[in-house]
């Protein structure tokens, strides 16, 4: 009984150290995360700081590694095969923006702000406490996520492809 439960132990603290370990080469701020990612072979930056509101659902901005960035939203479920969709978002209790047609994945599930809209997104959702995003999908059903910007401006600050 005694080796069962030593085993069970040094299972279990070696399980916590792994955990802690990948926790703490990844800062959180709070709702927010950030991680760094630089090629090893090319040296181009595809960091990103993201949130999730679901295991389905998330936020994120995203060095593109061409000293560019992406705004990409994920919603959860199917959207469509269509090149755009129609998006419509608010950042706190503002007006919400008007619908627009954004850029979707390759695999229906995600949207990217188009580039006229980043520096406006950026903005928001670094001052902001909560974002939400709408996204038109193929049956016309408007889904939508809502975001905590909680300690999103920390983590959107590390990204150094973001412009000055």
């Not at 199917?78 to 503002?94: A, G, H, M, S, T």
Request: proline share 4%.
């Amino acid at each position: 009984m005694m080796v069962i439960e030593n085993k069970t132990t040094k299972v279990f603290s070696a399980g916590i150290l792994v955990c802690a370990s990948v926790f703490l080469s990844s800062p959180a701020f709070a709702e927010w995360k950030y991680v760094e990612n630089i090629d090893p072979m090319t040296d181009e930056n595809q960091s990103i700081a993201f949130t999730t509101h679901s295991a389905k659902e998330s936020a994120a901005v995203r060095c593109d590694g061409n000293g560019d960035y992406d705004l990409i939203f994920r919603v959860g479920e199917y959207l469509n095969n269509d090149q755009r969709v129609p998006v419509q978002f608010r950042i706190d209790d503002n007006e919400a923006s008007e619908e627009r047609t954004w850029s979707l994945s390759t695999d229906g599930m995600s949207v990217f702000a188009p580039s006229r809209y980043k520096k406006e997104l950026i903005e928001g959702l670094k001052k902001g406490s909560e974002f939400t995003i709408q996204i038109t999908d193929y049956q016309g059903s408007r889904p939508f996520s809502k975001f905590s910007l909680e300690g999103s401006s920390a983590a959107i600050n590390q990204l150094t492809c973001l412009p000055k």
